[in-house]
Structures are given as C-alpha cells and as structure tokens.
C-alpha cells in the first residue's frame, strides 16, 4: 500500500515554530523526491519545500530562511521546521511524492494554524 501520513500540525502563534513529519510506505524512498505543499484557504496549492534523494533542496521564496526540510532514509520520512512563522503560513501542510508509474502521491494533509 502506496501512503504518505503527515503528523505534527496545530495551532502555534506568530514567530512560533513547528515540526511537521511525513511518514511513507509502499515506495522505495531512498530514491524518492519528497515534498512539502501547503494549500491556504481560498487560495491554490503551492509547493514549499522538495528534497531529492541526493539531498538537493529548494524552498519557495516565502519560507526561504524559515523553514527547513530534511529526510531519515532509514525511517522512511521527510520533515518539515517551520521557525518564525507567520499568519500566512496557515494552510493544509500536504506531503507529496511520486509512486515508480510517475503518479503523484499524497497525504491527506495536517492543519498548521498561525493566530495570537
């Protein structure tokens, strides 16, 4: 069985920090590029972070020096720190890979909140 399950979401106040974890089955993750999207409300689904199995890593230009992604091949995860966060970090934090077809994966998604 093909899954991704993020944990690690809630609500947290501004300039507060986060860890979000993407736990994966069913692919063969030393290989796999994992990334990170988040979805706000009423807004589009926007890519936040991606680690390559080789450890290169980009960050969208919004979270760049805020946030960190990294991944345990021996676990089979990926996570995400979000330091200094802000009210426009809500959104859904979704995991995503792509299965050995080319097919996109995805979890179900973790709520992060950012409110005083």
């Known amino acids: 069985q093909v899954q991704l399950v993020e944990s690690g979401g809630g609500l947290v106040q501004p300039g507060g920090s986060l860890r979000l974890s993407c736990a994966a089955s069913?692919?063969?993750?030393?290989?796999?590029?994992m990334n990170w999207y988040r979805q706000a409300p009423g807004k589009q689904r926007e890519l936040v972070a991606r680690?390559?199995?080789?450890?290169?890593?980009n960050y969208a230009d919004s979270v760049k020096g805020r946030f960190t992604i990294s991944r345990d091949n021996a676990k089979n995860t990926v996570d995400l720190r979000m330091n200094s966060l802000e009210s426009e970090d809500t959104a859904v934090y979704y995991c995503?890979?792509?299965?050995?077809?080319?097919?996109?994966?995805w979890g179900k998604g973790t709520l992060v909140t950012v409110s005083s």
């Open positions: 069913g692919i063969v993750f030393s290989i796999s590029t």
């Open positions: 995503n890979t792509k299965n050995l077809f080319g097919a996109n994966i």
């Open positions: 680690i390559t199995s080789g450890g290169s890593i």
